[in-house]
């Protein structure tokens, strides 16, 4: 791997979500929108809820999205020919995948910031300290490689960006459900164990309540690790394997 040609790539990715409104808006604006509309819902006191207790799902979910953003972009590449000719061109394949995967850690980094500073007007009141607030961000960029994993497995199976679209519900609807702002009941909660989106919640509310050496964020921190690594490298593998034709 090249670190000058990655740079290059890099550069390439994110100039893209830029010139493009509507990457722009699935990537930066979504993410606003949702914790504007969340923040009129859940900061009245009549719904039971405050903003304490569903932003960390927030930024779980904001992250989860990414497995469309993915999908889409790939399949794209794919059928748009830019694949093929990347490999005709210096640059390698692991080249282009770790831009992808650094332009998305960054792309989440943005995310957590929108919606930290746009959840704080509608009663967010995090109690972590600097440390916590590092390892929020940490946290959230180790479990956007689950995200860009489940996204190029996506984009294997796909056929054209309207499918990878359709097909990437699949993974983010069982996290959404199960894991991030929806309450997991005592009937539900035996199947969220199964979700990454299960303990970035559950380690990003103890780490905004500024609780360090609550269980969940060593707990939170390991699964999401080991099950990211996983799912990145084997979405990684497909994709160069049965993907990229």
Do not use: H
Not at 143 to 152: A, D, K, N, Q, T
Not at 163 to 177: K, R, V, Y
């Amino acid at each position: 791997m090249n670190f000058k040609r990655v740079i290059a790539l890099l550069k390439m990715e994110l100039l893209k979500i830029v010139r493009e409104p509507a990457f722009l808006f699935l990537m930066l604006l979504f993410p606003a929108i949702l914790t504007i509309m969340f923040g009129f819902i859940f900061g009245d006191p009549e719904f039971g809820m405050s903003m304490n207790t569903v932003a960390p799902g927030i930024f779980g979910y904001a992250c989860i999205f990414i497995i469309m953003i993915v999908a889409q972009s790939f399949t794209d590449m794919r059928d748009q020919g830019l694949l093929k000719r990347l490999n005709t061109s210096p640059m390698t394949s692991a080249d282009f995948m770790a831009s992808e995967i650094i332009s998305n850690m960054i792309l989440v980094v943005f995310q957590v910031i929108i919606v930290y500073l746009l959840a704080l007007p509608f009663g967010f009141n995090p109690k972590a300290n600097i440390l916590g607030m590092l390892l929020a961000f940490i946290l959230m960029m180790i479990f956007s490689l689950s995200s860009v994993g489940l996204g190029l497995i996506t984009a294997t199976i796909s056929k054209s960006s309207g499918t990878a679209t359709g097909i990437s519900f699949i993974f983010i609807l069982p996290q959404m459900f199960l894991g991030t702002f929806i309450p997991v009941t005592a009937t539900t909660e035996p199947i969220a164990m199964f979700m990454p989106s299960y303990y970035a919640t559950k380690a990003l509310s103890a780490i905004f309540s500024g609780d360090l050496a609550n269980s969940w964020v060593a707990t939170g921190f390991t699964f999401i690790t080991i099950v990211s690594l996983l799912i990145i490298t084997i979405g990684v593998f497909l994709f160069k394997k049965y993907g990229n034709k």
